[in-house]
């Protein structure tokens, strides 16, 4: 029988280029992969699957810590820069481009999965769901990190979303990322399927010099503040109040020149 097509294949391609320029934002992420890998609770030689990489921080701290690590990512330009900070860090990773909704990876191939931020964008999250326990062992553990919706990157989202044009009409609508933050929707979403499921907040710091100078630096380099621009380029005034709303918006987390961002880190055992 063949496969029926990916009715989300386009928006796919359309973040797969979206979130190509991310390399610069990767030093803000390096303390969060630390703290996702010990919270994981990892062990030497143990199998680990690293979902929708980025440039391969956490597969790094991961490998760094004694895992044997397979990541995967939709975006080649941040396999590529996953693959130098591997070399760099002088540690054998296996970095594969591919799909959260479709891993290339037989059942039970891993002992721990983990995401820092990346599977969250999966348009499905009943797909992504079940291909995350699909490729972990039983008895295996799951952890990732993900933004909390009312709290500073989640509002940031919702904000910029605001801005965004529709999707074409008869396109179908992805899944908002964020949800993936609250604990009752990942509670949910597990459901039977885990046990021991464990939740703990904690922090991203990221230094600048004002509210201005970090969204200046975000516009060239988080995705979809730099494609909604973009759309913008013919709306000048729209365009400067995206600017001016975000700006407010970082100023509410902005203190001793460094923007706090909250978010949740999640840890469950496969049954």
């Not at 979902?51 to 397979?70: E, M, P």
């Not at 939740?199 to 991203?204: K, R, V």
């Not at 630096?217 to 709303?245: C, F, H, I, N, Y």
């Amino acid at each position: 029988m063949a496969e029926k097509p990916d009715p989300f294949a386009q928006f796919k391609a359309v973040q797969r280029e979206t979130w190509s320029s991310f390399a610069p934002m990767e030093i803000y992420t390096t303390v969060p992969a630390a703290k996702l890998v010990r919270f994981a609770e990892l062990k030497p030689q143990q199998r680990v699957l690293d979902i929708a990489c980025g440039t391969g921080v956490v597969a790094v701290t991961a490998a760094r810590a004694g895992a044997r690590v397979t990541a995967l990512d939709l975006s080649p330009a941040l396999l590529e820069r996953a693959r130098h900070n591997a070399d760099l860090a002088q540690v054998e990773i296996e970095f594969i481009e591919g799909d959260a909704e479709a891993l290339p990876f037989p059942a039970a191939a891993f002992d721990v999965v983990l995401s820092q931020f990346g599977h969250m964008f999966a348009p499905r999250p009943e797909v992504v769901t079940t291909e995350l326990l699909h490729v972990l062992k039983p008895g295996g553990r799951l952890a990732f990190s993900t933004w909390p919706p009312d709290l500073f990157v989640g509002r940031q989202f919702a904000l910029i979303s605001r801005y965004q044009p529709p999707p074409p009409a008869g396109a179908p609508v992805p899944v908002p990322s964020a949800q993936w933050g609250d604990p009752n929707v990942i509670r949910e979403r597990l459901g039977n399927a885990v046990s021991e499921l464990r939740f703990e907040p904690a922090l991203l710091i990221a230094p600048g010099l004002s509210p201005r100078h970090l969204r200046s630096m975000w516009e060239s380099a988080v995705g979809p503040l730099t494609r909604t621009l973009k759309a913008l380029a013919d709306q000048p005034a729209k365009a400067a109040q995206l600017r001016a709303e975000l700006d407010a918006l970082i100023g509410e987390y902005f203190e001793d020149n460094q923007l706090r961002q909250h978010f949740l880190m999640s840890r469950a055992t496969k049954k």
